[in-house]
Structure formats: C-alpha cells, structure tokens
C-alpha cells in the first residue's frame, strides 16, 4: 500500500503532539512527591503517578549493582517493594536509560524524574505501530490517520507515557506484534516475519505478565484457515521463540515462588487491598441499601470508573475530569466524559460492524478481536478479586481500539471521510486542554494539604 506524503507528514505530527503532551504530564506531575490522596483523605509518600515510586526503586536496585529482586509478600517495607514481582527487561532498559541521562539516583526527587522521558520515545514507538497497523490493513487514509490521533491525543495514554511505569513498553511491544501478524497475514509468511514476531512477543513477556495474552493469539493466527496461513517451520519459529526468551525467567519465578508468573506470591502481598468482597458485603449495601451489590459492583463502581479512567484520570486515581463526585454518572457533573464516551462509542461500533463485513481483513479481524477479548478478560478476572478499575489494564489494546474508531469514523463518513480525524482529534485535545489547565493546582493542593496534615501530627 502506498502512502501518500500527507499521510506520512500527518503522522509525524501527531507523533511530535503525543511527545509534546507527554512531556508537559511528565513536568506537571509530581515525582516522589508526598502529599494528601483524596481518593482516601490520607497524606502518602507519593502523589504523582501510580506505582511510580516503587518502580524507580526497582531501577535503583540494578543501578547499584544488587540485580534483580526478590519479591517477599511478607516484608515489612512492601510499599517500597511491592513492584519487585515485575519481570526485568523494562527495568533493565531503564537502567541502560538512566546511564545515559545522566541519572545516578532514580530515588532522587530532583533527577529521578528525568526517567520519565523513556517512556515519551516508547509512547511515540505506539503511536507509529497503530500507524503501521492501519497501513498493514489497507485502511483508507483517514481512517488510518484518524486510529493514529486517537492513540497519540488519549489524555491517558499520554500521562502514561509521561510516567515512569512498564505499562508503555508493553503496549508497544504488544502494538507491533499485532502489526507482525498483520503483516504475516496480509502479505505471506516467511522465517523473518516469523522470528520478528516470535521476539516480539517473547519481550513483551518479559515486560509483564499481561502479554501472555499475546500467544494465543499468534496460535489463533498460525490455524485460521487462509492462503497466508504459516507453514510449520514459521508457525514453530513463532511460537517457541517467546519460550525460549521468556522462559528463563519463568523458571527463576518457579523455584522462587513456586509458580512461573509469581501470581500466588501477588496475591498473598495485596490480600489487604481493595477487594471486591468488602465492595459487594459492605460499602455498596450501606450506600445503597435496595440496590443489587453484584450488578452496582460491576457496573457503577467498576464500569463507571473504568470507562472514564479510559480517557483520563490522574494521581492515584483521585484527579478526574470533572469539578464533583466520583460515582454520580449524572452529566452536568461528567460532561466532558460524557462527550468523550459519546464520541468514542460511535466510532468503535461503525468499526466493529465494518470488521466484519471486511473480507479482506478477516484473519487481522479475528486476531485484533482475539486479542481484544483476552485483555478485556483479564480485566475482568482481575476485578473479580481485586477492585482495580483502571482502563489502563485495557490499554495493551490500544491499537485494535484505536484502529476501529478511526476505521468506524472514515466508513460513516465516506467521500467526507477527512473529517473523521477533526471529530477524533478535536474531543480529545480540549480534554487535554482542560487537564493540563488543572492538574498543576490540583498536586500543589494535595501538597499543601500533605503538609499541613504533617505538621498536626504530635
């Protein structure tokens, strides 16, 4: 497919705004900042970005020399740890990053912050696979153009890539992977498609343990019937490629933990987290007394905040886009969310319904909804335990998203189908707007707030 040099210029813009953008998150937000989280009303030692402090101390840790830790669910000093579980190779590439910037300590407030910039390059690496995806698909222009504003203006994904985290790493690692296999099969097969994607999701692994959804996938590729359907040796190539990269540190994970991905060990350390169980037994029966704790679980607690954090929600999930209430959907008070889902909505169904009716694309269809599924499950399985409604465990499939709103929007269109990156782009860059106007008075506030609450106590 070629690819006219408006599109190319269209994407080197909109790669130069995500870097823009995610450098202004990284230099508002506040890095091991202590300060009062108002999603509990208690004064933390970080306010910034989630799980970012325990991150850096992973990094700190491989810069002195103490190579990889060793997660204890049972150690008295967790909050600093708890990260420890991760697999290595983001923090490894940190690590190499922090030399090279001239950052000796990521604990230190004043330089460690520095470390966020990796994850600008890596959240401009996701923005060109979703790019790559369309053009491995033979979108229409637009519609390409239009997926790719989506992934590079979604106020979150931006703040993640402006944070110090593993979670842009494997959303680009996961994003070219779906291009590989795009590209298998679409174009054929060969060893060398077979080996990029096979290392591919063999990193991806050893990023987080998120991205085993990544080999049911390529399995689901390598079967489906079709004249671009693998041999056996590329099929092989592909699939025990991740195993053999992967699957030294799975075995570390076994005779440590006792089981490959250090789950039981997980779970052990965050049994006094939020679960769903005090939700569904306790908070929603005093708040609602005739309500269905199930159904206002899953739905008002879990899908509200999940749908809204999709398109931003900052701190440690207490700085929202709206002026008041957390669980209210009324729209007077969630106005800019609710235009942003609006929008959102209709683009993702137009895509989906072009999906399948695309003849061409049916093997990249199945994949991208495969995939899609698998992460939305795993979400879901998470939740089932654990009250984490973070729409950032859904970003590994910002590319299928992005691709079917931006596709959705240039099919409703048709001969105006250049609008379609005006109604993507336009929503999304005021919700950036408006949260870059706020989030600065919003950490000075929880600042102060810290530190007046400090200075009461004896």
């Given at each position: 497919?070629?690819?006219?040099?408006?599109?190319?210029?269209?994407?080197?813009?909109?790669?130069?705004?995500?870097?823009?953008?995610?450098?202004?998150?990284?230099?508002?937000?506040?890095?091991?900042?202590?300060?009062?989280?108002?999603?509990?009303?208690?004064?933390?030692?970080?306010?910034?970005?989630?799980?970012?402090?325990?991150?850096?101390?992973?990094?700190?840790?491989?810069l002195n020399g103490e190579?990889?830790?060793?997660?204890?669910?049972?150690?008295?000093?967790?909050?600093?740890?708890?990260?420890?579980?991760?697999?290595?190779?983001?923090?490894?590439?940190?690590?190499?990053?922090?030399?090279?910037s001239g950052v000796n300590?990521?604990?230190?407030?004043?330089?460690?912050?520095?470390?966020?910039?990796?994850?600008?390059?890596?959240?401009?690496?996701?923005?060109?696979?979703?790019?790559?995806?369309?053009?491995?698909?033979?979108?229409?222009?637009?519609?390409?153009?239009?997926?790719?504003?989506?992934?590079?203006?979604?106020?979150?994904?931006?703040?993640?890539?402006?944070?110090?985290?593993?979670?842009?790493?494997?959303?680009?690692?996961?994003?070219?992977?779906?291009?590989?296999?795009?590209?298998?099969?679409?174009?054929?097969?060969?060893?060398?498609?077979?080996?990029?994607?096979?290392?591919?999701?063999?990193?991806?692994?050893?990023?987080?343990?998120?991205?085993?959804?990544?080999?049911?996938?390529?399995?689901?590729?390598?079967?489906?019937?079709?004249?671009?359907?693998?041999?056996?040796?590329?099929?092989?190539i592909a699939l025990a490629?991740?195993?053999?990269?992967?699957?030294?540190?799975?075995?570390?994970?076994?005779?440590?933990?006792?089981?490959?991905?250090?789950?039981?060990?997980?779970?052990?350390?965050?049994?006094?987290?939020?679960?769903?169980?005090?939700?569904?037994?306790?908070?929603?029966?005093?708040?609602?007394?005739?309500?269905?704790?199930?159904?206002?679980?899953?739905?008002?607690?879990?899908?509200?905040?999940?749908?809204?954090?999709?398109?931003?929600?900052?701190?440690?999930?207490?700085?929202?886009?709206?002026?008041?209430?957390?669980?209210?959907?009324?729209?007077?008070?969630?106005?800019?969310?609710?235009?942003?889902?609006?929008?959102?909505?209709?683009?993702?169904?137009?895509?989906?319904?072009?999906?399948?009716?695309?003849?061409?694309?049916?093997?990249?269809?199945?994949?991208?909804?495969?995939?899609?599924?698998?992460?939305?499950?795993?979400?879901?399985?998470?939740?089932?335990?654990?009250?984490?409604?973070?729409?950032?465990?859904?970003?590994?499939?910002?590319?299928?998203?992005?691709?079917?709103?931006?596709?959705?929007?240039?099919?409703?269109?048709?001969?105006?189908?250049?609008?379609?990156?005006?109604?993507?782009?336009?929503?999304?860059?005021?919700?950036?707007?408006?949260?870059?106007?706020?989030?600065?008075?919003?950490?000075?506030?929880?600042?102060?707030?810290?530190?007046?609450?400090?200075?009461?106590?004896?």
């Open positions: 497919m070629t690819i006219s040099r408006s599109t190319w210029t269209a994407l080197g813009l909109l790669i130069l705004a995500h870097v823009i953008l995610a450098s202004v998150f990284a230099s508002i937000t506040p890095y091991r900042q202590s300060g009062l989280v108002t999603l509990n009303r208690t004064v933390e030692k970080d306010i910034g970005a989630p799980d970012e402090r325990q991150h850096a101390n992973y990094i700190a840790r491989l190579g990889f830790p060793v997660f204890n669910p049972k150690d008295p000093n967790l909050y600093e740890t708890y990260q420890a579980h991760q697999p290595p190779l983001f923090y490894v590439v940190a690590a190499g990053f922090a030399k090279v300590d990521p604990t230190d407030a004043e330089t460690g912050g520095r470390l966020r910039f990796l994850n600008v390059i890596l959240g401009a690496i996701v923005v060109a696979g979703v790019f790559f995806l369309g053009k491995n698909l033979q979108l229409p222009e637009p519609g390409i153009i239009a997926a790719t504003a989506f992934a590079a203006l979604l106020p979150m994904n931006i703040a993640l890539s402006g944070a110090l985290s593993n979670d842009p790493l494997l959303f680009a690692l996961c994003t070219w992977t779906l291009v590989g296999l795009a590209d298998g099969s679409r174009n054929g097969w060969n060893v060398k498609r077979a080996v990029t994607v096979g290392v591919l999701i063999g990193l991806a692994c050893l990023t987080k343990t998120t991205a085993l959804a990544l080999l049911p996938v390529a399995f689901l590729t390598m079967i489906i019937p079709g004249e671009n359907r693998p041999g056996i040796r590329e099929a092989g490629l991740p195993i053999l990269i992967a699957g030294g540190w799975w075995l570390r994970n076994l005779n440590l933990y006792g089981d490959p991905f250090a789950i039981r060990a997980f779970s052990e350390a965050f049994q006094g987290s939020a679960q769903k169980e005090m939700f569904v037994t306790q908070i929603i029966p005093s708040q609602s007394p005739e309500a269905n704790p199930e159904l206002e679980y899953w739905t008002r607690w879990v899908g509200w905040w999940t749908v809204r954090s999709f398109y931003g929600v900052f701190g440690y999930m207490d700085i929202w886009m709206t002026q008041t209430g957390r669980q209210s959907p009324d729209f007077e008070q969630n106005r800019l969310y609710w235009v942003l889902i609006l929008f959102g909505a209709i683009g993702l169904a137009a895509g989906l319904f072009q999906s399948t009716r695309d003849k061409e694309n049916r093997t990249p269809s199945i994949v991208l909804v495969a995939f899609s599924a698998l992460i939305g499950l795993l979400f879901l399985r998470f939740n089932n335990q654990y009250f984490q409604a973070q729409a950032r465990y859904l970003l590994p499939a910002i590319a299928p998203i992005a691709i079917w709103i931006g596709s959705g929007y240039s099919t409703l269109l048709k001969s105006r189908a250049n609008l379609a990156v005006v109604l993507v782009a336009v929503p999304l860059l005021l919700a950036n707007a408006f949260a870059i106007s706020r989030l600065p008075g919003e950490f000075s506030a929880r600042i102060e707030a810290g530190r007046a609450a400090a200075s009461q106590q004896p």
